[in-house]
């Protein structure tokens, strides 16, 4: 009875084919390879390199007695049967993953391998990320990425090859852009928002608001004039900006530092009273006067009659923009932003009628050099000689 069972198990056997997939479980585990049985006389067996499509150190890391393995179908030869375990895994995780790849879909993986030019995956099939598709950003260092899971996204697919790159970035880009595209519509003119400065150019910074860059103009930095944008921010700062504009087709976003803080007229709010001798640069002469700034953006006029105490025809025969001088404060009105100033109050009096009234003052106080004593005395010394 058994030899008729044997027989017929050799007929069934022979009617099998190299290519043919068939289910077994595991009976023994070896160093380099794995008996299974699949209800043959002869065992089948699957060599240590059929097991995965990445190395395998032991097969006992990866089987176990008992597993039940769906195998396919290497070597049928006399007594022989030899299976792939890795086969069958790879056939479906192609097909799995060219639907993957049309689809658009995050495949989520363990590194297995940290390799040189990036890492490797096992999804079915040996799956490499090469550096530049890991993360947005340069990594120098990937030795703690093994054991990461990552979200992936199919790059390139070539199974005739054996070939399957994948992409960690392509996702966070795609998640960067989805976040981009509801920041832009969630921002609106007017609104008052926290921002990280990512970069500093020569026309001013550009500010992460929420994972959109917008663009701090270096007129909007201070109300004060701004040489270079590194005055005022420097890059990773936290900062308040108040959007100006916001265009969400071409990704533009216009921000303002300067409109989320105190104007200079109402920083000098009390600080600047009437009567008050302060001192200024001359920062323009004009035909009717000379503007002096006295507070970091806060200009006073002094009018062209309040420049020196003698009658002069333009400013700049007394001025120079850029010169320092002392102002006396002539007039306040904060609500029109306007301070009247004076400098010929603070100078002494050089005028002719100056002059003339000093010499009258001191003329009483001075003997005159001459008396009729003097004069009759003078003239008895003529005779007596």
Do not use: C
């Not at 960067?176 to 007017?190: A, D, R, T, Y």
């Not at 000379?290 to 507070?295: I, L, N």
């Not at 009247?340 to 009234?357: F, P």
């Amino acid at each position: 009875m058994g030899e008729e069972m044997n027989n017929e198990q050799l007929a069934e056997m022979k009617s099998l084919a190299v290519g043919d997939v068939v289910t077994g479980k595991v009976t023994r585990v070896e160093d380099k390879q794995a008996l299974v049985d699949v209800g043959f006389k002869v065992e089948g067996i699957v060599p240590i390199s059929e097991l995965s499509s990445l190395h395998v150190e032991k097969v006992s890391d990866v089987l176990s007695v008992d597993d039940e393995l769906e195998m396919k179908i290497l070597k049928l030869e006399d007594d022989e049967l030899i299976l792939s375990k890795r086969a069958v895994q790879a056939e479906k995780a192609w097909d799995q993953l060219r639907k993957q790849q049309e689809n658009g879909e995050i495949i989520t993986a363990e590194v297995a391998e940290v390799v040189k030019g990036g890492l490797v995956v096992d999804v079915g099939v040996r799956g490499f990320i090469p550096a530049s598709l890991v993360e947005r950003h340069f990594v120098e260092d990937f030795s703690d990425y093994k054991g990461r899971e990552l979200r992936l996204k199919v790059e390139e697919l070539d199974q005739e090859n054996n070939k399957l790159i994948l992409s960690q970035r392509a996702v966070l880009d795609a998640e960067l852009e989805e976040k981009k595209k509801n920041v832009l519509q969630s921002l609106k003119s007017g609104d008052t928002v926290e921002g990280t400065v990512q970069r500093l150019t020569s026309f001013g910074a550009f500010v992460d608001v929420g994972g959109v860059d917008g663009l701090v103009h270096i007129s909007q930095l201070a109300h004060h004039r701004v040489e270079t944008p590194s005055d005022i921010v420097n890059e990773g700062d936290k900062v308040k900006v108040k959007v100006l504009s916001v265009d969400p087709d071409s990704e533009r976003v216009s921000l303002s530092i300067k409109d989320t803080q105190p104007g200079p007229w109402e920083e000098v709010a009390g600080q600047i009273s009437t009567g008050d001798v302060i001192e200024g640069t001359v920062k323009r002469l004009v035909s009717f006067g000379a503007f002096v700034e006295v507070a970091p953006g806060v200009e006073g006029l002094v009018h062209i009659s309040q420049i020196a105490n003698r009658h002069i025809g333009t400013p700049s025969e007394v001025l120079t923009e850029g010169e320092k001088v002392e102002v006396k404060v002539l007039d306040v009105n904060l609500g029109d932003k306007r301070i009247s100033l004076s400098i010929r109050e603070l100078l002494k009096d050089d005028t002719n009628d100056g002059d003339y009234a000093a010499y009258e003052a001191n003329k009483e106080e001075e003997p005159s050099g001459f008396s009729l004593g003097d004069m009759i005395g003078d003239q008895l010394k003529k005779y007596k000689s």
